[in-house]
DNA sequence: CATGAATGAGAATTCATTCAT
DNA sequence: CATGAATGAATTCTCATTCAT
């Protein structure tokens, strides 16, 4: 007798997954050009043609893969604010997060990166739920109504703030060489942002 | 502090501007996947195998196409800074510089951006001669020497500076609609960012 | 005179039908090109897998949708002839029956005209079981014998007669625009085949 | 000194109609199902790409070949017909040429048939420059306006002849078997025809 | 030097078919 | 028997690069 399965499993999530960490990698270190459909699937232990069963064209694989990227950011990151702290701790604790979590993942801070200046990121993508975004807004937010902050538009001082983290994070990743000699100062760029957002008495 | 043209005068010269004005224009549009060398030497008025006279590979046309960029950029702004002001009126106008230079040439921006978080960014080439960091480097260092900078690396502070305003160009350029909200405080950054680096009594 | 089913009854009859009509359906619209299995499949609410529990290949169904075709449609037409009616009433009776059918079944003439003039109408498939070409050679044979057509090869007949009307269906089918000029005229051309075969006193 | 080509030649006409005749061949064996790029490539001494110099992609070279096809056999046909014969002469030497012509070019009378009766066939294919269809509209209006046809609308006319031809030609061609013992009798086809549409007195 | 037709390797995508559940 | 995820060969098409003119 035939055994139906019981459990209703629309797709192998876990296969979806391999696919978009595959397809990560491969990101990082080729660049957009160099994550063809064929090493992707190599990479995933999958048929090439299996990845269309997951996603309908290479495209929206790369789009699932920004959302994909910006949830498990702002899931890490939101993760490890403790809003019992004072606000300038939090605010040095994020950015200690944001550099760590990048040191630890490059793929992320690299995707994120060559996404946001390419093609692919119109504004209608960024019209979508962005789970990141929100909470840097909501964080920023909650600085200036306690007063801590400037009295600014927290979508502002995020773009500030985030510019001169993925400054940062570019240079350092990219260019270890370069910034040898300023190595030894790179801890005191979050106190100038800080110096720059926090309200002054 | 003004910067001579890089570009060597073999050949014709128009010719190889030409070309690459037209690949800036198409990688601005479509990205690097969307400026075949077909379309570039169309756009230009050249036969597509003329492009291979100016250019060993189109990898080495990209990279020209840095310098090119790196340099036009470098030469405008250095142009344009009036070293008899006091040092808080030429940040400022650095600052303003940079942010109309993108609006009038937005090819400029779009591709410095993607071309420094693409895979073609390697050390070697930041490396090369870079007359935009090198002056940017020797600005910050006058503000820090004449104390009117924090006493920093004056590296540190152009990733910093840098990072912001590329930040803020992008999400002005890409997206006019989400920041709608926010456009009327955008003219704050840069006093945010002064307010980091300038020198706390 | 009547054509009894040549679908075999194992399995699941009402689904090998169901699948059946789908792929008609569905060469219809977008011809062999234009059928792919997946699509068949969900057309006729199976899995595409269940295709090859009735069919042993796509090669087969189609050999087996043109059995099926060929059948129903001598099905039809064989059950509206009258042999009580004189020929002459009964040719007029079968151009109106045939160009009805298609009327009412154009997936039934777009079939039958594209696997006719492709490679899948092999000399073997046409030597097998024709239920429709037998029932038109006899029905032809009848004319012949009782002096009212031409004493010509039934087969003969049979060519020029269906080669009209299926250029007739074509057209008619095809290109609406194309003849709304002539189709006033379109009811003359059974009288011009019934001219062309009948017997010349 | 270079020499610059005096001669324009935007492309090269014959390696055009070598991809046609290739593809055309191949469409007459195997359908159009049997005629991927690769092997019209191949058989037409180009590399695949190459086809692409030539059609903007394969449905415009179906397209192309079927006016092509249809031209060739517009020139053949029509070169042939002499207009001093009298109308019942030309309309049995029209039957021979076009019946000859498919003899001696299967692949024309096989294309055709198939390009018919597949969704390539739209309704604005047809309503474009169809030379063929336009010289047998005239041949036969000149038959009705000499009185020598029935009085119908010359569409008609050529639509009941075409069928009646390719219906014959589909049948000789593909079956010759099947029709060896109507074979002796082929030739009265045409009688029948035009019994059909001439004038009756 | 300029041209652009020709090349062919490689990319995205499709789809008939299989097979574990 | 039914399912549909998985496969991978085959297909269409692109594009960097070359080379005869």
Chains 1, 2, 3, 4 share one sequence.
């Not at 090493?39 to 699932?64: C, P």
């Not at 990166?113 to 962005?130: G, I, K, R, W």
């Not at 100062?185 to 926090?198: A, C, E, S, T």
Request: hydrophobic fraction near 40%; proline fraction near 4%; glycine fraction near 4%.
């Amino acid at each position: 007798m035939n055994v139906h399965s019981l459990i209703p499993m629309e797709q192998n999530p876990s296969k979806k997954v391999q696919i978009l960490e595959s397809a990560l990698e491969l990101i990082k270190e080729n660049g957009f050009h160099g994550c063809p459909i064929s090493q992707v699937a190599k990479q995933a232990s999958v048929a090439a043609g299996s990845v269309y069963t997951y996603f309908e064209s290479k495209d929206e694989m790369i789009l699932e893969l920004y959302t994909y990227v910006k949830t498990e950011v702002a899931k890490k990151i939101s993760e490890k604010d403790d809003p019992k702290k004072n606000f300038e701790a939090r605010f040095f604790d994020l950015w200690n997060n944001v550099t760590s979590l990048y040191r630890e993942k490059p793929a992320f801070q690299s995707f994120l990166d060559q996404f946001s200046s390419s093609p692919y990121n119109t504004e209608a993508v960024q019209l979508e739920c962005d789970p990141l975004g929100q909470w840097l807004e909501a964080f920023f937010k909650e600085g200036v109504e306690s007063g801590q902050l400037k009295a600014l538009n927290p979508k502002i001082i995020s773009i500030m703030v985030l510019g001169s983290l993925i400054s940062l994070v570019r240079f350092t990743t990219y260019f270890k060489a370069k910034t040898a000699s300023a190595a030894q100062d790179l801890h005191l760029i979050p106190q100038m942002v800080w110096d720059g957002i926090k309200f002054q008495s």
